[in-house]
């Protein structure tokens, strides 16, 4: 029997850690507080290390076959007539619509998919943390108690193993002024594989992205406010508090509520950036947003969560905790660090408050994808290269032969 190894969070992190301990030899168990795999969330991207990841995984035909085509992104008016917009093809998939885009509910599906040898615990959590020499003692909301040599948190942002071993969530947890909530909804239009996003004085954003079906489409609330004293688990409440902060705006706006008390794939979150010093006290160690998440405005949560959980199963391959932990840390930093950066702006740029700073915006998205500036945008875009030698780290880990490069 290999080391065993509890990993809170079914999401993508946890997953893709489960996927390569499994391959190295460990025996992981992974829990998620959701019935199931989470269905729900826009699409995320994969570029970079992150896509050599997923190929190294075997994932690639997976993905591509679910990929969705979209054709770029665009600003409109209230009555839906353009007033900027970011073709993919413009900044070779460097842009904000990436080469390769995915649902992130469908990339959630396929990793529980690529880990049908992992025990997954759905709809229980851990409760209680006791670590000692030879391993931690695991009490969960269902009243069972398991040792395991190794438990790693993998959920999320409000990360309850953070919580239970690092320290308070408030420590770790910045707000960086908005909340987005994602949910499915019939396509009040023919989206033509675009993005679109309607902006609304006092921060608001209404946005509509492409679904596989063309009868449906992803609805996108998106808000700029300060911290909302509300239980991040009360679904209704955070409905209601969309209702409210949406009511009486333009373009598809009364659709997407009209639609929002039904929608079973609702998923409402503020937007947070997660910074932890120290990624892992004694036998526990965090991965992904749980541990580093530089927020949907940075964008690279998904990519960070693949390629964390790859350096992490390879340290853990190679030596014991005590070492491959800090080890783990030493590699990502950089990338994490880079990838956490938020873009020129930030939320400010993106969500006006006024009529005139939304005209602004527009303004200059125009004249930055215009002929004597696109050039210079799209080395902007194309930034630096991952701060990580992904090849160097992958290590004797185990890879079935016919999913490597
Ligand atoms: C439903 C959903 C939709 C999302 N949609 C988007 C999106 O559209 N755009 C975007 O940029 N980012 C989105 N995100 C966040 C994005 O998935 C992450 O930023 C990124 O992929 C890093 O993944 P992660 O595995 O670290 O965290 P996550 O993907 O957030 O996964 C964490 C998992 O842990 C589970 N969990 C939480 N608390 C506990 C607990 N106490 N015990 C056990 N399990 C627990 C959660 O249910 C979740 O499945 C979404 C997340 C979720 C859960």
Request: charged share 20%; hydrophobic share 40%; glycine share 10%.
């Amino acid at each position: 029997m290999g080391k065993t190894v509890l990993i809170s969070g079914g999401g993508i992190a946890g997953p893709a850690l489960a996927f390569w301990l499994r391959r190295g030899g460990f025996v992981p168990t992974v829990v998620e507080v959701a019935k199931g795999p989470r269905p729900g969330g826009q699409t995320v991207d994969l570029r970079g290390v992150s896509k050599v990841v997923a190929e190294r995984m075997g994932l690639l035909p997976a993905i591509e076959q679910r990929q969705l085509h979209e054709r770029g992104f665009e600003y409109v008016r209230e009555d839906g007539r353009r007033t900027a917009a970011m073709p993919m093809e413009l900044f070779d998939g460097a842009g904000p619509v990436a080469e390769i885009e995915i649902l992130r509910g469908d990339l959630a599906e396929i990793l529980a998919d690529a880990t049908p040898d992992v025990e997954y615990l759905y709809g229980d959590s851990i409760t209680q943390l006791d670590q000692d020499a030879t391993g931690v003692q695991v009490t969960f909301a269902s009243g069972t108690q398991r040792r395991f040599d190794l438990v790693v948190g993998a959920d999320g942002v409000h990360s309850r193993v953070r919580r239970l071993a690092f320290g308070p969530h408030e420590q770790f947890v910045q707000h960086l002024g908005g909340y987005s909530s994602y949910f499915t909804v019939e396509a009040p239009e023919d989206l033509n594989h675009w993005m679109k996003v309607y902006t609304a004085p006092g921060g608001l954003w209404v946005g509509l992205r492409p679904d596989h079906d063309p009868r449906f489409a992803k609805a996108l609330l998106s808000f700029r406010s300060p911290v909302i004293d509300y239980d991040y688990r009360d679904v209704a409440a955070q409905k209601q508090i969309l209702q409210t902060r949406f009511s009486g705006l333009g373009w598809h706006t009364q659709h997407l509520l009209n639609a929002l008390p039904d929608a079973q794939d609702f998923y409402f979150d503020s937007t947070s950036r997660v910074a932890v010093p120290e990624w892992s006290q004694g036998r526990i160690a965090l991965v992904g947003d749980a541990g580093y998440c530089g927020s949907p405005l940075a964008g690279h949560g998904t990519a960070l969560a693949l390629v964390g959980a790859y350096v992490l199963a390879s340290e853990l391959q190679q030596a014991d905790h005590t070492r491959a932990f800090p080890a783990y840390q030493r590699r990502m930093q950089p990338y994490v660090d880079q990838r956490m950066e938020l873009p020129p702006g930030g939320i400010k740029m993106a969500m006006p408050m006024t009529a005139l700073g939304i005209k602004y915006r527009d303004t200059t998205t125009r004249l930055m994808t215009s002929k004597p500036f696109v050039g210079l945008t799209s080395k902007l875009m194309i930034g630096k290269p991952d701060a990580i030698d992904l090849p160097r780290l992958g290590g004797p880990l185990r890879v079935p032969a016919e999913k490597t490069e």
